[in-house]
């Protein structure tokens, strides 16, 4: 069943075309990802922050037609992610475009007595035919009506933070996994502090992203190559999650 036609714009350069559910939990949807300011060159950076922001649009949409609840009832808030690469990223050419396959699973657990349930989402997403990503997102389910603080900066745009430090800092690395996770609120008129280090024994880049003494989320990029990005690097980002 065909639940959307037509292209619209997604974050970044990447659009959602169709999409149809496939199962009862499941979806699929397709993304055309064009190339990037016309230039050549592999894609991760731009499909990793895709695929969160597009599982947790449309994970919603799901849990929404499989609901009770009137259409629109349900917003998702993300807690906590990990994307790992199969192979090499593909590349696009520089005036041109891919198209992905993404598919998605939703599971939704129990909730305990005075908590709202707990949704974890299972991608794939692929690519000429061959599985080039698998995700795992997690988060919870809240009604529209507990609207989120408007000051409050969303973990997506977090996420979105640091994929774009990586672009800044290695234009040309290529990312082999994506894990973040998020605890404390963020202020979005507070400046965030973005400290990032070298785990040599496995051996990712670790972001740590605080405000004040506040921890607000945790990141771990694995680059292709195990390559560094900790030589003599740090930077505070003031209002750059909005």
């Avoid at 922050?49 to 259409?71: F, N």
């Amino acid at each position: 069943m065909e639940l959307d036609s037509g292209c619209g714009a997604f974050g970044g350069d990447v659009l959602l075309a169709d999409w149809e559910r496939t199962g009862v939990d499941s979806l699929r949807a397709d993304l055309c990802v064009p190339a990037i300011h016309g230039r050549a060159g592999p894609v991760g950076l731009e499909l990793s922050s895709a695929v969160v922001l597009e599982v947790c649009r449309l994970g919603v949409a799901l849990v929404t037609l499989g609901a009770e609840d009137a259409p629109g009832e349900w917003r998702f808030v993300l807690q906590s992610f990990t994307l790992e690469w199969h192979g090499l990223p593909p590349m696009i050419p520089a005036l041109g475009a891919i198209w992905c396959e993404l598919l998605v699973e939703t599971s939704v657990g129990e909730p305990a007595p005075g908590e709202r349930p707990h949704t974890t989402w299972s991608c794939t997403l692929v690519a000429g035919g061959r599985p080039i990503v698998a995700g795992r997102i997690d988060g919870r389910l809240l009604p529209t009506r507990a609207a989120p603080d408007p000051g409050d900066v969303s973990p997506e745009s977090l996420a979105d933070t640091v994929l774009s430090a990586i672009r800044l800092r290695a234009p040309n690395g290529q990312v082999n996994l994506v894990e973040m996770s998020f605890g404390d609120r963020a202020d979005r008129d507070a400046p965030l502090e973005l400290d990032l280090s070298w785990d040599p024994a496995t051996e990712v880049n670790v972001f740590s992203i605080r405000q004040g003494e506040r921890s607000i989320a945790t990141a771990r990029i694995g680059l292709v190559g195990r390559e560094s990005l900790t030589r003599e690097w740090a930077v505070v980002a003031r209002g750059a999650a909005r």
